[in-house]
Nanobody, 121 residues
Framework: QVRLVESGGGLVQPGGSLRLSCTAS????????MGWYRQAPGKERELVAV???????NYVDSAKGRFTVSRDNSKNTVYLQMNSLKPEDTAVYYC???????????????WGQGTQVTVSS
């Protein structure tokens, strides 16, 4: 079994900051892409930021310059530092990782349970 556990969500005022963390645990052989999606009420889930196993990073345009994704491979953990938060950043944030389990050949995409981020005064 593989689990992704997120932490760090909450309520913050506009202009504030939050840091999300997501740790993968279980019978992991390799983690490929690892990153964050979000889903606001009434909207589709969208990619926020992703890191690749080779160090590549991609952001959604609305996150560029405000959010920073980083990864600690020794801890199987990905972080999302969110600065200058806006009300439109309000959403449930989901960790996502492409993971190959021990004893298997193909990687499978896993999701965390989600953590609520609310930006409001």
């Amino acid at each position: 079994q593989v689990r992704l556990v997120e932490s760090g969500g909450g309520l913050v005022q506009p202009g504030g900051s939050l840091r999300l963390s997501c740790t993968a645990s279980g019978s992991i052989a390799r983690i490929n892409d690892m990153g964050w999606y979000r889903q606001a009420p009434g909207k589709e889930r969208e990619l926020v930021a992703v890191t690749t196993s080779h160090g590549g990073i991609n952001y959604v345009d609305s996150a560029k310059g405000r959010f920073t994704v980083s990864r600690d491979n020794s801890k199987n953990t990905v972080y999302l530092q969110m600065n200058s938060l806006k009300p439109e950043d309000t959403a449930v944030y989901y960790c996502n990782a492409d993971i190959r389990r021990l004893g298997t050949i193909d990687a499978v995409r896993y999701w965390g349970q989600g953590t609520q981020v609310t930006v409001s005064s």
